[in-house]
């Protein structure tokens, strides 16, 4: 029965890799060269889908949930590109200069995984805001497992219009919108909490896709760091003289 089991798993990991390097060689979006582009989608089907599959696995005995995808009931689907080198290269960035004083909020935090991860640093304050409510309930849930229940704090909330804001200098976020005008709705509301309250802010953004309207809307790139293939971690900055000098509205 194992055996049929894994021989299910590798005639379908097979499958999806020929899929794959077939689009590779079909068409390229992103200018790559084409080597590259097959090297890429190659890890991403066979050692990728691997390490997922066994992580998972092991989650899974523990009573955690970070899986990777999950299809909700509003339609909206689910990821989780914030991996181990993902934490890897933030707490490059971290070092040690996180004290009691500073305080994070990770909008879109879906299962809760960098919300465990920013408990390893002495933030006074970690916050997940997750608008989809089934990904609110597995994220208590995992941090509860984890022993950090008291903590982190996770909110069901929509980023545009949340206004407790005022205590967070750190923002993380991974990619949690496809459509543009909610990324201007949520960095616009963090303007007003910044002219509540005036303060110098950090927006750590993974997998920056529309990273061009954090730069439109006066923000400052202070840090890129490349992640793996073609990602990488940006970090912005942006205050109240900011956005005086920039005349960003």
């Not at 993380?172 to 201007?184: A, L």
């Not at 509540?196 to 760091?225: A, D, T």
């Amino acid at each position: 029965m194992k055996r049929r089991y894994w021989r299910q798993r590798l005639l379908t990991g097979m499958e999806i890799m020929l899929t794959y390097l077939g689009c590779a060689l079909l068409r390229d979006n992103r200018g790559e060269s084409m080597g590259f582009t097959i090297i890429k989608q190659i890890y991403r089907c066979t050692l990728g889908k691997l390490i997922t599959w066994h992580v998972n696995a092991r989650d899974q005995k523990r009573g955690l949930d970070f899986s990777r995808e999950v299809d909700t009931k509003e339609g909206v689907k689910y990821g989780a590109p914030s991996t181990a080198r993902t934490q890897h290269i933030v707490r490059k960035y971290f070092g040690d200069n996180i004290t009691e004083e500073d305080s994070i909020i990770d909008i879109g935090c879906g299962k809760g995984r960098m919300l465990a991860f920013f408990a390893e640093f002495p933030f006074k304050q970690i916050c997940g805001l997750e608008y989809v409510q089934e990904m609110v309930d597995i994220a208590k849930n995992n941090i509860g497992v984890l022993g950090l229940g008291g903590g982190v704090k996770i909110i069901a909330g929509d980023a545009r219009v949340y206004e407790d804001l005022d205590q967070y200098n750190y923002f993380y976020m991974s990619n949690p919108f496809w459509e543009d005008d909610i990324m201007v709705a949520l960095i616009k509301n963090i303007k007003k909490s910044i002219s509540r309250n005036n303060r110098m802010i950090h927006i750590i953004y993974n997998n920056p896709r529309q990273e061009n309207i954090l730069i439109s809307q006066g923000l400052v790139l202070e840090k890129e760091m490349p992640v793996f293939f073609n990602t990488k971690v940006n970090v912005y900055t942006f205050s109240a003289q900011q956005q005086t000098k920039n005349n960003v509205v």
